[in-house]
Nanobody, 121 residues
Framework: QVQLVESGGGSVQAGGSLRLSCAASGTTYCRSDMSWYRQAPGKEREFVSAIVSDGSTRYADSVKGRFTISQDNAKNTVYLQMNSLKPEDTAMYYC???????????????WGQGTQVTVSS
């Protein structure tokens, strides 16, 4: 079965950088676009970024210019490079699978367990 494991979270000061990784397994015979979401305590989970098979990306307005999503298909890993971090970026970050934009057998709706990012002022 598909499994997603996030890593790279931690505590940093405002203005710092962090790179999150999402390693996928069990995806040999299926396809998926990938995305990142985050959820702060007491708030709804919100979209952060997404990447599709052709390499195109999209970002939430709140992170544009600061975050960069990328993928390494050979390693079945998606990354989220976060620069110029702000206290409001503090949240649990999750990666998830999305229906493949260009067709194929979808891996199904899967979420990782999340990795905590804390940004102090």
């Amino acid at each position: 079965q598909v499994q997603l494991v996030e890593s790279g979270g931690g505590s940093v000061q405002a203005g710092g950088s962090l790179r999150l990784s999402c390693a996928a397994s069990g995806t040999t015979y299926c396809r998926s676009d990938m995305s990142w979401y985050r959820q702060a305590p007491g708030k709804e989970r919100e979209f952060v970024s997404a990447i599709v098979s052709d390499g195109s990306t999209r970002y939430a307005d709140s992170v544009k210019g600061r975050f960069t999503i990328s993928q390494d298909n050979a390693k079945n890993t998606v990354y989220l490079q976060m620069n110029s971090l702000k206290p409001e970026d503090t949240a649990m970050y999750y990666c998830k699978t999305d229906p493949p934009s260009y067709g194929g057998n979808w891996c199904g709706d899967n979420w990782g367990q999340g990795t905590q990012v804390t940004v102090s002022s």
